[in-house]
């Protein structure tokens, strides 16, 4: 099976644009999470979708926002950028409980 | 409020030798436990788990061990090899209704492994 996929491996942006981030799951996973990796903070959850629905969501402002389409693949959209946006975004699926299975990542950078 | 901590921010280790990894949590609401080894500017890549009804858990040279009275967790490469050299992150996970279940992170053991 292919890997989770996600698009695209790299972004640079400017304060106070948004930007969109997507992610393709491994097939037959409904369950994709979104996670944010910073030096200083590790990997932080952001939310996680399931059949559409957003299932959890973790501690972040409400300019993070997410979705996820009938074919399980996902998007994150974060709107007004700071420079502390900065960070490799990583999406993961999962079949069910547990075990998430990883993309590459996203490395944004806000100038 | 760290709830999954890693304590050693780094750990040298000499090939063919064990490597030990440990890891703490303070959420009794944990229930199951994962390793990731993670290279830079990749996804962490999934290496091993336990459910906390087991204490422990062995595949190929990767065995997971969970003290649940002590609230820790550990990681034996045996024997360990140079491409074992990465960031090793402990996650958890507990059921947080509805069927979610949250990964939290510890912050990472670099392991360096010298031929």
């Known amino acids: 099976k292919a890997g989770v996929t996600q698009t695209p491996r790299y972004l640079i942006k400017t304060r106070g644009q948004q930007v969109t981030l997507s992610c393709s799951p491994i097939?037959?996973?409904?369950?994709v999470s979104w996670y944010q990796q910073t030096p200083g903070q590790g990997l932080q959850f952001l939310f996680e979708?399931?059949?559409?629905?957003?299932?959890n969501k973790g501690n972040f402002p409400g300019r993070f926002s997410g979705r996820q389409f009938s074919n399980s693949r996902s998007e994150m959209n974060v709107s007004t950028l700071e420079l502390g946006d900065s960070a490799l975004y990583l999406c993961?699926?999962?079949?069910?409980?547990?075990?998430?299975?990883f993309g590459p990542g996203t490395r944004l950078l806000v100038l | 409020d760290q709830q999954v901590k890693q304590n050693s921010p780094s750990l040298s280790v000499q090939e063919g030798r064990i490597s030990i990894l440990n890891c703490d949590y303070t959420?009794?609401?944990?229930?199951?436990f994962l390793w990731y080894k993670k290279y830079p500017a990749e996804g962490p890549t999934f290496l091993i788990s336990?459910?906390?009804?087991?204490d422990k858990n062995e595949d190929g040279r990767f065995t997971v061990f969970l003290n649940k009275s002590a609230k820790h967790l550990s990681l034996h490469i045996v024997p360990s090899q140079p491409g074992d050299s990465a960031v090793y992150f402990c996650?958890?996970?507990?059921?947080?209704?509805?069927?979610?279940?949250?990964?939290?992170f510890g912050k990472g053991t670099k392991l360096s492994v010298i031929p």
């Open positions: 996650a958890a996970s507990a059921s947080t209704g509805a069927g979610s279940y949250q990964l939290t």
């Open positions: 336990i459910s906390s009804i087991k």
């Open positions: 959420n009794s609401m944990f229930d199951y």
């Open positions: 979708y399931f059949s559409e629905t957003q299932r």
């Open positions: 993961a699926s999962s079949p069910g409980r547990g075990t998430q299975y």
């Open positions: 097939s037959g996973h409904r369950s």
